[in-house]
């Protein structure tokens, strides 16, 4: 890896203060002929009164995460079904090799995951590197895969 000005710049946006407006969530993807993954089930009916990605901060303890599921669907069971609720439950199961794969493409080619959550940065921190970390690797990262990113390098 080699040396690069841009630490410079993180320094000028974490003094600045020049932080993206918190967490918002990306659509999820259009409709598609096959059954919907538990990940799109979630992207869906859990971004309907806040943004999907309220949930990063938890999904890593599957007793918070199974008991707020339950609490948000008891806010509106007419919108969150059963299967619908089974199937969220159930991507708390897929969500690490989710984690993985964003990770990977998106910063994994310049640094390693476990140096990074060394550094023990704060999620309003991790939210202003990603932001300019983020197209470093030349690809494209969507708000949910950024806000997961943040929710996976923050001490829960
Ligand atoms: C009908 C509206 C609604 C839907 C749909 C909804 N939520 Fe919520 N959610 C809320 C409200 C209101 C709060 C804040 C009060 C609370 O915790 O009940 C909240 C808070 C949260 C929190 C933060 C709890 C805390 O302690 O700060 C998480 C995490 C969360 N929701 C996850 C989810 C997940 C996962 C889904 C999909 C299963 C979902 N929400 C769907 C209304 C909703
Ligand atoms: C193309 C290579 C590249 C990619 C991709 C990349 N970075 Fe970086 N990153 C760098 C370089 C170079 C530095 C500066 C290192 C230095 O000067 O110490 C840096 C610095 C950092 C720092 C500061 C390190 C410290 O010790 O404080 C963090 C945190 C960071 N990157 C996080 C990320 C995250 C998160 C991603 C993915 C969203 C990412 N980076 C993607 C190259 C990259």
Avoid at 1 to 30: D, Y
Avoid at 59 to 88: E, G, N, Y
Avoid at 110 to 116: F, S, V
Wanted: aromatic share 8%; glycine share 8%; charged share 20%.
């Amino acid at each position: 890896m080699k040396r690069h000005p841009v630490t410079a710049f993180i320094g000028l946006v974490l003094v600045t203060g020049l932080l993206l407006p918190a967490c918002a969530t990306a659509p999820p993807p259009g409709a598609a002929a096959r059954p919907a993954t538990p990940r799109e089930v979630f992207l869906n009916k859990c971004s309907k009164c806040h943004p999907a990605g309220k949930a990063y901060a938890i999904i890593h303890r599957r007793d918070l995460w199974d008991a707020q599921v339950a609490v948000c669907t008891s806010h509106d069971p007419s919108w969150i079904k059963d299967a619908d609720m089974k199937a969220i439950i159930a991507y708390y199961e897929d969500h690490p090799q989710v984690l993985a794969r964003v990770f990977n493409r998106s910063c994994g080619d310049c640094h390693q995951w476990a140096k990074l959550r060394e550094l023990h940065k704060s999620g309003t921190q991790w939210e202003s590197i990603i932001s300019f970390m983020g197209g470093m690797s030349g690809t494209m990262m969507s708000r949910d895969e950024a806000e997961l990113l943040c929710g996976g390098l923050t001490d829960p």
